[in-house]
């Protein structure tokens, strides 16, 4: 459990997030290889949102993750490809981009 007041340090949460961008490169390979792992994938980048992130950060991102993710679960599941692949693009070049802004903090 985490405590009120403590914080996660800048790599911690880079790391996170770095494990949930590699679900999502998963989740895409699978859904052009129309493989039928798809949607158990897509499942694992939705498990790995579920929750709030190190320190509690970063949740307006994770939130914007959970809807995309669950949009993209609901069109892959009725067959219709092209928007589940446009959320789940749109999610994973979110990530990328927001592990850079957290980068650059490093310096």
């Known amino acids: 459990m985490r405590k009120e007041n403590e914080t996660a340090s800048i790599p911690n949460r880079v790391g996170h997030l770095l494990r949930i961008n590699s679900y999502l490169d998963g989740a895409i390979l699978s859904m052009w290889m129309n493989s039928p792992r798809a949607p158990v994938v897509m499942g694992m980048v939705e498990a790995s949102v579920r929750h709030e992130g190190p320190g509690g950060k970063d949740e307006e991102l ?18 219709d490809f092209p928007p589940a692949m446009s959320r789940m693009r749109v999610a994973h070049d979110l990530i990328a981009l927001y592990i850079i802004r957290l980068t650059e903090i490093l310096g």
């Not at 993710?69 to 009725?78: D, G, K, M, P, T």
Request: no cysteine; glycine share 6%.
């Open 62 to 79: 994770l939130e914007k993750l959970r809807g995309l993710i669950s949009e993209a679960r609901e069109f892959h599941a009725s067959n």
